[in-house]
């Protein structure tokens, strides 16, 4: 099952960018001192997102058990 240890990899990467994403945006979003509504509704798109990244990741780190596993 080596063909789903790289690919789980690549997925695993790719959602731990994601989430270096939203701490980049979070912080930018706090500097900029927005009025408390958009900096709430902003904070709450990052936390979704957030929460899709961390999934994202969780799934790529399980392809790579199940094929270790597997393999």
């Known amino acids: ?6 690919p789980g ?3 695993t990467l790719l959602g ?3 989430l270096g ?6 912080a ?3 500097s900029r001192k ?5 900096m709430r509704r902003r904070l709450q ?9 961390l999934g994202l990741s969780a799934i790529g780190l399980m392809m790579v058990v199940v094929g ?3 393999g």
Do not use: H, K, S, T
Request: proline share 5%.
């Open 1 to 6: 099952m080596e063909w789903m240890i790289w």
């Open 9 to 11: 990899a690549g997925v």
């Open 16 to 18: 731990l960018a994601w």
């Open 21 to 26: 994403y939203c701490i980049v945006a979070a």
């Open 28 to 30: 930018r979003a706090r």
């Open 34 to 38: 927005l009025p408390p509504e958009a």
């Open 45 to 53: 798109q990052l936390v979704a997102m957030n929460m899709a990244a």
């Open 68 to 70: 270790i596993l597997l």
